[in-house]
Each structure stands twice: as structure tokens, then as C-alpha cells.
């Protein structure tokens, strides 16, 4: 398992834009697929975005967050992004990363190591 700490939350405008950080402690980052996980007041807790290890060429999104969001990754930092432009007060929701050992996934339970989240909300 690793260690996981996010940040870059905060109060946005619609439109506006915001980069979460996740840093990963321990020397087995790059070997761990990735995922963006989010979950607003009263409703279940949904995906966001997902990437592979090492290189991170596969990367996946919700069909609601693609063409906003991007997912990345800094091996040499353990640490990996959400871009996330374009916001609308629908994203209002703490916004969690995971990291899972193999393919990147979509389903939460597949991930065995969470962060405790970064609260996002977009005024509108």
C-alpha cells in the first residue's frame, strides 16, 4: 500500500479552473496504477479518472469529465494530477485519489490504497 495525501482544493467560479495534487510516499509510486475518485453531499461516490502506471499512456475518464478534466503523473515526484478546467457547480464534491497495483479501473473497489480527500466547490 501507499501513503496518499491530496491537495489543491478550494472554492472556484463556473468556468474556472483547478489542479488537484496527489503525493504518494514510498518507492513503489510508479508501479501503481492511479484514479480520481469524487463524491458530493448525498450521492454515491463516482469516478473521475484513472491512469496506468509507468509511463501513464492509458488514461480514462467519466464521459462527463472528458474534454475537462486530465489526469497525469510525476513518477520522479510520486505524485499525480487532475486538471480540471471548464468547472461547473455540478463538480462541487471531495475529491479523493486511490492507487491500485496493475491495470488502472473504474470501480472503487478495486483500489486498495485512498487518500482522505480535497473538498472542491464551484460557485455559480
Known amino acids: 500500500q501507499v501513503h496518499l495525501v491530496e491537495s489543491g482544493g478550494g472554492l472556484v467560479q463556473a468556468g474556472g479552473s483547478l489542479r488537484l495534487s496527489c503525493a504518494a510516499s514510498g518507492r513503489t509510486f510508479s508501479s501503481h496504477a492511479m484514479g480520481w475518485f469524487r463524491q458530493a453531499p448525498g450521492k454515491e461516490r463516482e469516478f473521475v479518472a484513472a491512469?496506468?502506471?509507468?509511463?501513464?499512456?492509458?488514461?480514462y475518464y467519466a464521459d462527463s469529465m472528458k474534454g475537462r478534466f486530465t489526469i497525469s503523473r510525476d513518477n520522479a515526484k510520486n505524485t499525480v494530477y487532475l486538471q480540471m478546467n471548464s468547472l461547473k457547480p455540478d463538480d462541487t464534491a471531495v475529491y479523493t485519489c486511490?492507487?491500485?497495483?496493475?491495470?488502472?479501473?473504474?470501480?472503487?473497489?478495486?483500489?486498495?490504497?485512498w487518500g482522505q480527500g480535497t473538498q472542491v466547490t464551484v460557485s455559480s
Open positions: 486511490a492507487a491500485k497495483i496493475l491495470g488502472p479501473s473504474a470501480v472503487a473497489y478495486d483500489y486498495n490504497s
Open positions: 491512469i496506468s502506471s509507468r509511463s501513464g499512456s492509458s488514461r
